[in-house]
């Protein structure tokens, strides 16, 4: 009987996997509508220890249901990230901090080309710590993240 009890405990104790092992760790968060309805999708992918890879997915909700999203390398560190893009057309500046199982992103500049209304503020809830693989853009095609290399801002 404590053989198997022994066993048992074993079995729970290394199936377990801990939700996030570092800060910054990968993984699927979610930003919520306070209706408890998906309002955005942050990706998180870190190709370096100063770099991740990020996509987002953003809704605005009723009654435009405008949309916008953004797939970009950023700045990483044990605490957050950031994006800056500027050029003749966009000035965006977004700030990603780390806190626990959370991101919460904050802009400095709205002007990202995103849909009206549609901004990536808020706060994305980890609902997942595995590394993703891909996402599907707006057309429906598969994106890898591992065929970015560290160049993809350039």
């Not at 990706?43 to 953003?58: G, Q």
């Not at 901090?97 to 994305?124: M, P």
């Not at 591992?146 to 350039?154: I, K, P, V």
Request: some cysteine; glycine content about 12%.
């Amino acid at each position: 009987m404590s053989r198997i009890f022994v066993f048992l405990i074993l079995t729970i104790v290394f199936s377990c996997k801990p939700l996030s092992t570092t800060p910054g760790a990968d993984g699927t968060y979610v930003r919520y509508f306070p209706n408890g309805k998906k309002s955005g999708e942050l990706l998180l992918y870190k190709d370096s220890d100063s770099t991740a890879l990020v996509y987002m997915s953003l809704q605005r909700g009723a009654p435009s249901y405008n949309s916008g999203g953004l797939f970009e390398r950023i700045l990483w560190d044990s605490e957050g990230g950031w994006l800056e893009i500027r050029d003749d057309y966009m000035d965006c500046r977004l700030q990603f901090r780390l806190k626990g199982n959370t991101i919460d992103v904050s802009v400095a500049n709205h002007e990202c080309g995103f849909g009206y209304g549609v901004s990536a503020e808020g706060t994305f809830v980890r609902v997942s710590s595995e590394r993703p693989e891909y996402f599907e853009n707006r057309e429906g095609s598969r994106i890898y993240f591992s065929e970015y290399g560290s160049g993809m801002n350039d």
